[in-house]
């Protein structure tokens, strides 16, 4: 069973960075092709996330939400990692990492499709 724990969460300041790790247990994490997602405050637990990067298995292919996109990278080694800069109190939400056993194409951004989540990190940014 694979277990995906996401760390690197807290509380900055509009403008700041921050970089989120997603750590597996149970398997090897270059059998997943890995996704970020995110929830934002005020949505139904389980539902609602919203898609925002993901990272092939072999790491040469990376895309990105608009929303973020030249903001967050993505990036994957022993952890897989987002890294996220010039934050703004629209990012505010829960990010969770996702794995999926195949690769997804245009069905990336659809949560459905991942197989294994983590629990999540909070992240706030503040005005």
């Known amino acids: 069973q694979v277990r995906l724990v996401e760390s690197g969460g807290g509380l900055v300041q509009a403008g700041d960075s921050l970089t989120l790790s997603c750590e597996s247990s149970?398997?090897?994490?270059?059998?997943?092709?890995m996704g970020w997602f995110r929830q934002p405050p005020g949505t139904p637990l389980g539902r609602g996330r919203v898609?925002?990067?993901?990272?092939?298995?072999?790491?040469d292919k990376t895309d990105y939400a608009d929303s973020v996109k030249g903001r967050f990278t993505i990036s994957r080694n022993n952890t897989i990692n987002l890294q996220m800069n010039r934050l703004k109190p629209e990012d505010t939400a829960v990010y969770y990492c996702?794995?999926?056993?195949?690769?997804?194409?245009?069905?990336?951004?659809?949560?459905?499709?991942?197989?294994?989540w983590g629990q999540g990190t909070q992240v706030t940014v503040s005005s």
């Open positions: 149970g398997g090897p994490f270059n059998n997943f092709n």
């Open positions: 898609w925002l990067a993901e990272i092939s298995r072999t790491g």
């Open positions: 996702a794995a999926a056993l195949r690769a997804l194409g245009t069905l990336k951004s659809q949560a459905l499709n991942y197989d294994y």
